[in-house]
């Protein structure tokens, strides 16, 4: 597909962060080549301009004013919100390498989440910041669910990059995200990942917007045998299942050994931080 590639000046890098976890955000870029059929931050193209189909654009950001490493100390920074900061065009305009060499030696905590292993070519970087987590989002083992979902790297060069991270001694994350009711193998990706792992988060997956009929389309039309559950869990808002999953994996997960957190709540942890903030 090809790609309307925009060029575009931002005043800041640095956006204060409404996620439960995080001071701060950067987004190097606006639009993300992943495509992803779920992906809530399609609802950007309203606050841009942009009318083209999700996955089709992207803004590269340019920023003469430095990143205040000041300003983040003893904060929290999250790359990236909105996009993939490892999406295919970093290769060629490297806006997150610039970032990255600017935030060596910030005293601040630094995620960062992707569905690439283009992220094996800044190990060198990682390798000096200190206080580091990066996270590969995987929900599924099936490539070709993968493949339906997103245009982001597979399941096995994702899971190769999080290896060679882990190896070289960068704190790895395994991202379940988002989780697809009946479909995503929870036990199968932990016992996959679980040597590798620092820890794993859990994400529900969440349907609003355009993208929700998309996904319910697709759940129709490929997993038949799903409907009535999905129309269960998304037009009668029955939350049986993540409650039985979220204990399942708090069980699992205690049984494996392995460190996780449960954003299942999203909406209220966010609501909670908030409130705390006041």
């Not at 100390?73 to 790359?79: E, T, V």
């Not at 995620?111 to 990682?126: F, G, H, V």
């Not at 599924?140 to 245009?151: H, P, S």
């Amino acid at each position: 597909m090809d790609m309307i590639e925009k060029k575009i000046t931002t005043k800041d890098y640095l956006t204060k962060s409404n996620l439960p976890a995080s001071d701060y955000v950067i987004n190097p870029y606006v639009g993300c080549p992943h495509a992803c059929k779920y992906c809530y931050a399609s609802f950007m193209k309203r606050f841009t301009g942009h009318r083209e189909k999700w996955g089709s654009f992207i803004d590269i950001k340019e920023c003469d004013k430095p990143v205040n490493i000041k300003k983040l100390q003893g904060k929290s920074i999250f790359l990236s919100s909105v996009t993939d900061c490892y999406n295919p065009l970093e290769e060629k305009y490297r806006v997150t390498r610039n970032i990255l060499e600017q935030l060596v030696g910030a005293e601040c905590q630094i995620t960062i989440s992707t569905k690439s292993n283009l992220i094996l070519r800044d190990i060198d970087l990682l390798k000096k910041l200190s206080d580091l987590k990066v996270a590969f989002s995987v929900n599924t083992l099936d490539e070709e669910f993968r493949k339906d979902m997103d245009r982001g790297s597979t399941i096995a060069e994702r899971i190769a990059a999080m290896k060679e991270l882990h190896r070289e001694g960068i704190y790895t994350v395994l991202f379940m995200s988002p989780i697809f009711p009946y479909i995503t193998d929870c036990k199968g990706i932990i016992d996959a990942t679980k040597d590798i792992a620092c820890e794993y988060w859990f994400e529900n997956l969440n349907l609003r917007g355009a993208y929700k009929q998309v996904v319910l389309d697709y759940i129709d039309t490929k997993y038949p045998s799903l409907k009535a559950e999905y129309r269960k869990i998304y037009i009668q808002k029955d939350t049986a299942y993540w409650k039985e999953l979220g204990q399942f994996l708090q069980d699992y997960g205690e049984k494996s050994g392995i460190n996780s957190i449960n954003y299942f709540y999203h909406e209220k942890l966010v609501k909670e931080k908030k409130e705390k903030g006041k």
